[in-house]
């Protein structure tokens, strides 16, 4: 099937080549000499399932494949998009402090799929044109922890007291909007291959030198007391080059107290994820 794939976009006229690789005895090949690993492998959320539920079989993926990229790709960016980032990158950090390859500035949380959804969802409520609208969203990537910074969307724009609950609401809960309307048979998909997309091609364009490249990411940070932390940063070809710490200044009242109120979670969330990396490394030890 892969190789059927991996043929049929290999007939595309373009200067891409297109190779594929099947399977765990191929995935150290498949990562020799790459410059962006994006790793979205794991399960879907499905209804009534829990952060927990999703944590215990994502990071254990995540782990292995982690393992594979510091032996073979310690230089490359690496994109994680397997579900919870806000566990699934200290796993990943954590993993690679092991092997000796940890460089902050490449690691990244993919969340770019919550600013895409703020943009749309701000540009419908507000009738832009889509294309100018951009909504920096700080914090991490599931419930309150995501957290749009609705007054400093671009172009300006004046939101009630209610839209901004609204939009705020609709944007933290939009995962779980697409897991109930797909009946449990899906998360996001689509939209999140969009995502995906537009972050991998950001990452290309700063490792080709272009020095214009942001982008939202959850990534190593000292904006706020938590170690990890998604916002606004600048790329360059060593990774992050520069945080934007003026989104974090001026917040609304609504936004700051948003903000204290995500930190706990947030906290816990990227605990869990180092804890589960030093708890099997101990067990491996033992065993």
Do not use: W
Request: net charge negative.
């Amino acid at each position: 099937m892969l190789k059927g794939i991996a043929a049929d976009l290999n007939h595309c006229n373009t200067p891409a080549r297109v190779l594929d690789f099947t399977g765990e005895s191929e995935l150290e090949s498949s990562l020799k000499g790459v410059d962006v690993v994006v790793i979205p492998a794991g399960i879907p959320q499905k209804p009534g399932m829990t952060c927990d539920d999703l944590f215990n079989v994502n990071a254990n993926i995540v782990r292995s494949l982690m393992e594979a990229v510091a032996d073979n790709a310690p230089d490359a960016f690496i994109h994680i998009i397997s579900n919870p980032v806000n566990s699934t990158v200290p796993v990943a950090a954590e993993v690679l402090k092991q092997k000796g390859v940890y460089d902050p500035r490449r690691l990244f949380g993919v969340t770019t799929l919550d600013v895409v959804r703020a943009s749309t969802f701000v540009a419908q409520k507000k009738n832009l044109k889509l294309i100018d609208v951009s909504v920096p969203v700080i914090g991490g990537h599931a419930g309150i922890t995501i957290l749009p910074l609705l007054s400093k969307t671009r172009p300006s724009v004046t939101f009630t007291d209610g839209e901004v609950e609204e939009l705020t609401v609709r944007i933290q809960n939009a995962g779980m909007e697409l897991v109930e309307g797909k009946a449990g048979a899906g998360s996001a998909t689509l939209s999140m291959a969009y995502a995906a997309a537009r972050f991998v091609e950001s990452s290309l364009r700063a490792l080709d030198g272009d020095g214009d490249v942001y982008e939202c990411s959850f990534v190593q940070s000292d904006l706020t007391e938590l170690p990890f932390f998604a916002s606004r940063v600048k790329l360059s070809r060593k990774g992050v080059e520069a945080m934007i710490p003026s989104d974090l200044q001026g917040l609304t009242d609504y936004e700051a107290k948003a903000l204290e109120a995500l930190k706990p979670e947030l906290k816990a969330c990227i605990e869990k994820g180092v804890s589960f990396v030093h708890k099997q490394t101990a067990a491996a030890a033992s065993g």
